[in-house]
């Protein structure tokens, strides 16, 4: 195997870095968020948004620093609402170019090729056909030991594609054919291996037939 100390990593060229630090944690979730601000929409991808809790119900994602011009930040924090939307494999094209450096004022919807979709809930845009749509609004924000920002969002609203919501909830991203990120630039569809019962220390792990 391949080693790599903390004095290796720092001899790396940075992008070399960046790039092997930003996949060793594995694949992460693929969305785009959607803020609305004075300058108009913004659209850019996203691989930090997490789970933090479901009651309340709590997302949250990662900002870098504040050292140059971050719109979705600015947006999300003067106006609050902000969406999230799962990107599925159709999809993938556009939604990288939304990651350019668009200057403000222009919206990515409309640079890259995505439709709009407003509701009467908000005042912030979804993606139309993304089959996960998340309405959130600002909560607090943590600064990390980096000078990266966690910021966590309360959801108010969730839009679901009923081809991957089973009876019990359960959201099955192979059948909405959703993409998970890997590093910064690495897209990868989404398999279902399988679902299992809770963990038990006196019982055999068992896997759930009916997903």
């Known amino acids: 195997m391949n080693v790599f100390t903390s004095k290796n990593l720092q001899a790396l060229p940075s992008r070399e870095r960046a790039t092997l630090i930003n996949a060793i944690s594995g694949i992460r979730s693929a969305n785009l968020i959607a803020t609305r601000g004075d300058a108009g929409t913004n659209l850019s991808v996203f691989n930090s948004v997490t789970h933090l809790g479901s009651s309340p119900a709590l997302l949250g994602m990662v900002f870098r620093p504040l050292s140059v011009e971050r719109h979705t930040y600015s947006n999300i924090k003067n106006y609050k609402d902000f969406t ?70 309360s959801i108010k609203a969730i839009w679901i594609d009923e081809r991957g919501l089973s009876k019990d909830h359960f959201v099955n991203h192979e059948q909405l054919q959703t993409v998970g990120i890997g590093g910064l630039d690495a897209y990868y569809t989404t398999r279902l291996e399988g679902r299992y019962a809770y963990a038990k220390p006196d019982q055999p792990t068992t896997k759930i037939n009916q997903v």
């Open 84 to 153: 999230i939307n799962a990107i599925t494999t159709a999809m993938v094209p556009k939604a990288h170019q939304t990651s350019a450096k668009y200057p403000e004022g222009v919206s990515e919807f409309d640079a890259v090729g995505f439709q709009p979709l407003f509701r009467e809930e908000t005042h912030v845009p979804f993606v139309e056909g993304s089959p996960i749509q998340v309405l959130c609004t600002y909560s607090q924000e943590h600064v990390l030991e980096n000078q990266c920002i966690l910021l966590t969002a």
